[in-house]
């Protein structure tokens, strides 16, 4: 199973991105699948993610990006959407999607996913 990260771009502060999270070839459903961040000389950083829970999924969102961030399901699939509003310069990042067949307790851990994309550079412009 691969991940595939896609949707960065070039945009300047204030605008919106949304970057999407696919997966390649039939595979079981994952149960957790997040967004981490990394900057230029920054540690990884974890921005939202998305936890199962029998039929239902529960979002989950980091600090430092609460309320401009929405993660979503796509379809009841192995594929997360994240949207990105009032970007800021220091949203500047390469962006990293991940993804577990199993719930990931804290899902703001990186080591709990088994599963990571390439990354998409996200670029804010003031």
């Known amino acids: 199973v691969q991940l595939q990260a896609s949707g960065g771009g070039m945009v300047q502060a204030g605008g919106s991105l949304r970057l999407s999270c696919t997966t390649s070839g039939p595979t079981a459903q994952l149960q957790s699948m997040g967004w981490f961040r990394q900057a230029p000389g920054k540690e990884r950083e974890f921005v939202a993610g998305i936890r199962r829970s029998g039929s239902s999924d529960y979002e989950f969102y980091g600090d430092s990006v609460k309320g401009r961030l929405t993660i979503s399901r796509v379809n009841d699939a192995n594929a997360v959407n994240l949207q990105i509003n009032s970007l800021k310069p220091e949203d500047t990042a390469v962006y990293y999607c991940?993804?577990?067949?199993?719930?990931?307790?804290?899902?703001?851990?990186?080591?709990?996913?088994?599963?990571w994309g390439q990354g998409t550079l996200v670029t804010v412009s003031s």
């Open positions: 991940a993804a577990d067949f199993d719930r990931a307790f804290p899902i703001s851990l990186p080591s709990n996913y088994r599963l």
